[in-house]
């Protein structure tokens, strides 16, 4: 696109908008701040580089495009390529099994801060902050039960592990002077009905106390709910109800997975309500497609809705926007830029609502009015303020990303065989 025509359909869609009430210049500084974290299996379906065992532990990736990172240098170079495609500065988001072992067999609770040294010089070096997981899944130990296992032995090889996965997070958070975000999700269900619904979540409320307990202030510690997963449908230890109750009694900070629920359920009706009892959210942001299906996020009335929320309860401070999908169907990189750009829509979107307006009608009783004002706003030129903010941070603007995408694939991903 031309620079004059994005400057100029600006310069309309800024005065509509301020018809309104709204300031797009201000919705797009505040865009701009917004950091992303970059979920790095996106680049390399789930695998990492700790053993090449197979996905296992209730989640899989499908499809076989050619092109996935097979090493650390691949993973971290196609992060640096989605990076010129994405305006703001964002984050990157490791699991445990993404670990610099070189070459060594580095058990799960064997691991430590040194082993993720070398993420932490290209993080600071390419102007990334991290965030970290533990790693429950893809391991021998992993079972159907990990911290929330009935045998002792096993049960306290997950504790020291997640355990050791906080000190990680301590020493990345403080290495960039921002809090490293981690997040703790556990597999452990059951495939068939058990018996032993409520001694399972006892297990795993202790473990998670017990590995909560160091108090570690370079890093933020969170918790992710879900509904059921692969191989383990009649039960999940850890539940929404389980989370909501442990997090709000603990205050820790909530995992909402936008995948994690029923199909039909609203989830962007839980924002309000969770804020008001957990001290912050992480968010997942994925997209379900009849099951947790991790399809890759577009802009779409369940991720609108959900952002809507967010800022309509003030709460775009008070969450962590990072991404969960993988896609391995069709190229992997440019599922991820789709994403990611898909989520900085929604919360353009979000930002650009005239809820001033729209409250004013509410608190006069003005129903009409209101409802008018929301289905006009649907329409209004959010587009052209999203070119704007590309061009604005020099990255490809609309449909300029496709052949952007198709550049790396030919001279880089396609290389990979
Ligand atoms: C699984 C959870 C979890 C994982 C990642 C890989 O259902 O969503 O967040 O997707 O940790
Ligand atoms: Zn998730």
Redesign the pocket.
Known sequence: MKESQILKAYELAKERYAAIGVDTDKAVEQLEKQQISLHC?QTDD?VGFESGQALSG??QTTGNYPGRARSIDEVRGDLEYVKTLLAGNHRVNL?EIYGDFKGKKVDRDQVGPEHFQSWMDWAKANNFKLDF?STSFSHPKSGDLSLANPDPAIREFWIEHTKRCRRIADAMGKAQGDPCIM?I?VHDGSKDITVNRKYYRELLMQSLDEILEEKLPGMKSCV?A?LFGIGLESYTVGSMDFYEGYCASRKVIYTL?T??YEPTENIADKVSSLLLYVPELML?VSRPVRW?SDHVTIMNDQTLDFFKELVRADGLDRAHVGL?YFDASINRIGAYVIGARATQKCILSALLEPLAKLREYEADGRGFQRLALLEEAKTLPFGAVFDYFNYKNGVPVGEEFIPAIEKYEKEVTSKRK
């Open positions: 299996w789930v209730g989640i699991h997981n997040n999700w992710e879900k997975d995948g994690h997942h947790d969960d």
